[in-house]
């Protein structure tokens, strides 16, 4: 569904859509980045490049490659220095949104919290010990 918007880089109205996030004259200086950062890229000597050489190298702003990346227009497994950071602690990762430490620092968390639950639940639970006592013994 198509809906009016400020453009996040210009300020001026566009019609929001699924397949743009910017208005037609930033998409048109983004689509123009794209090619720029993708030809420097695809140059032998540059497919090792970093992502500060492929800044300097194009002019190409760090936050618009890293969408390009998380969008998949450039494939990081052609590209062995390229990355984008981490979006808890901002270490450089090669796929999905956390790294291998935060991800398990989250799990430790969440392990942490599940026994925590289940010890309050043991001791919320302990004090309503029913015993039946059955005084017709034969």
Partial sequence: MSQLDNCPNCGQVYIKNAFRDVCM????????????????????????????????????????????????????????????????????????KLCVSCKKDIQTQLTQVDREEERQLEMKNLGKTYHAVNKNKR
């Fill in 25 to 96: 004259d930033c998409y048109k200086q983004e689509e123009e980045d794209y090619q720029n950062v993708y030809k420097f890229i695809r140059q032998r000597q540059n497919r090792t490049a970093t992502m500060e050489h492929v800044v300097n190298g194009t002019g190409v702003s760090e936050a618009l490659i890293i969408k390009f990346i998380r969008k998949g227009r450039i494939q990081l497994a052609q590209f062995p220095h390229l990355g984008y950071p981490c979006d808890r602690c901002g270490t450089l990762i090669r796929e999905e």
